[in-house]
């Protein structure tokens, strides 16, 4: 039997947590690694098929690359673009006209890092793209999220905007979209309530750092990662998990969560891989399912090892498949470990008290 590594020291107490879906999770630095972006200058010269202000390499004569120039404007792009940089520039205005030429072969739309603001995104632009696969919108000055009729949008990205505002219904029917960042942002439950709804191949929503008070609502039963640290969640509906089957990372550190908003049992789904509930006001373990590989509970209130949230039963074939468990910066030590833990942690490789 596998002897317990339980570390006391606050300097080992680093996680394995390496994300599964690491294109869908990306972090914001090195975004554009996700589609191979490379300066223009790779490709050769310019073609004449190109805004005056930009650079159509002629090795890659469907991208036109904008990007750190500062423009203030979005030019008018021409026929046969289908990927369009335009990110790191000083644009605060898309005017009317500029996507005409491209309204059903435009692909990719970069905008990250710029000045735009929802007033200044004229009617007959992003909402006449109908064949956009991707949208990174990014570090803008967006109130309400701005989402373009295109039923072939796999990835939608408007982290580090102001939004509070998303469109009911903007996204009915989107069916290949996989993956929504949405993260530091104003958004709450309510504004969220339904988006997500009947969008059958959604697996990953990020909705770090906004002002959720609950998981929305409707969110679909392909779900695989829902990132929802630093917010304000107080509490889980008893069916919230059990309508996402699939969800196998959930992280909701930085909450508000205490015991007397988690329902019995509601952690305990077979999907779960990791589940991270630090930095909340936890008093006790909550109930887990045996399946469940990573848990984290750091930095809550927990005064007791509570085994038999863990492991209902243990024996030969019942034991739980944890293999890192934080629990520093609570009021346990590893004296707390009850003395028959062993069989029920069998596969634990970390178990980190104070």
């Known amino acids: 039997m596998q002897e317990l590594n339980i570390n006391k020291e606050r300097t080992v107490m680093f996680p394995l947590r390496v994300p599964i879906f690491a294109v869908l999770v990306s972090l914001t ?10 300066p223009a200058s790779q490709y050769g010269p310019s073609s004449a098929n190109c805004a005056q202000e930009c650079e159509c390499p002629i090795n890659f004569p469907t991208a036109m690359y904008c990007d750190s120039r500062n423009l203030k404007f979005v030019p008018i792009v021409p026929s046969g673009i289908k990927y369009l940089y335009l990110q790191n520039n000083l644009i605060e205005e898309i005017k009317a006209g500029v996507f005409d030429n491209v309204t059903a072969e435009l692909r990719w739309l970069v905008l990250d890092h710029n000045q735009i603001t929802n007033e200044k995104v004229a009617k007959g632009t992003i909402d006449k793209l109908t064949g956009l696969h991707k949208i990174l919108f990014s570090f803008n000055k967006l109130t309400e999220a701005v989402i373009p009729p295109s039923m072939s949008l796999d990835e939608l990205k408007m982290m580090n905007n ?13 069916q290949n979209l996989t993956s929504v960042h949405l993260q530091n942002n104003e958004l709450t439950s309510k504004a969220l309530n339904g988006v997500f709804k009947g969008l059958n191949k959604l697996v990953a929503i990020d909705l770090t750092n906004n002002k959720l008070k609950k998981l929305p609502s409707g969110m679909p039963s392909s779900l695989e990662t829902f990132y929802g640290d630093h917010n304000g969640i107080s509490s889980i509906a008893a069916g919230d998990l059990k309508e996402l089957p699939k969800l196998a990372y959930l992280r909701l550190a930085y909450n508000q969560m205490a015991d007397a908003g988690i ?7 077979t999907s779960l891989i990791e589940l991270d509930l630090s930095y909340n006001k936890l008093q006790s373990i909550p109930e887990i399912n045996e399946q469940l590989e990573h848990l984290y509970l750091q930095a809550n209130e927990i005064n007791k090892f509570n085994l038999e949230n863990i492991c209902k ?17 609570n009021n346990i030590t590893h004296a707390d470990l009850p003395h028959d833990s062993s069989n029920c942690l069998r596969q634990a490789s970390d178990i980190i008290f104070d």
């Open 29 to 38: 630095v090195g975004q554009y690694d996700d589609y191979d972006y490379q």
């Open 162 to 174: 102001q939004l509070s505002k998303f469109p009911a219904g903007s996204l009915a029917g989107m």
């Open 263 to 269: 329902p019995a049992g509601v952690f305990n789904v």
């Open 313 to 329: 039963f243990s024996g030969p074939l019942n034991y739980s498949r944890l293999k890192h468990l934080r629990l520093d910066g």
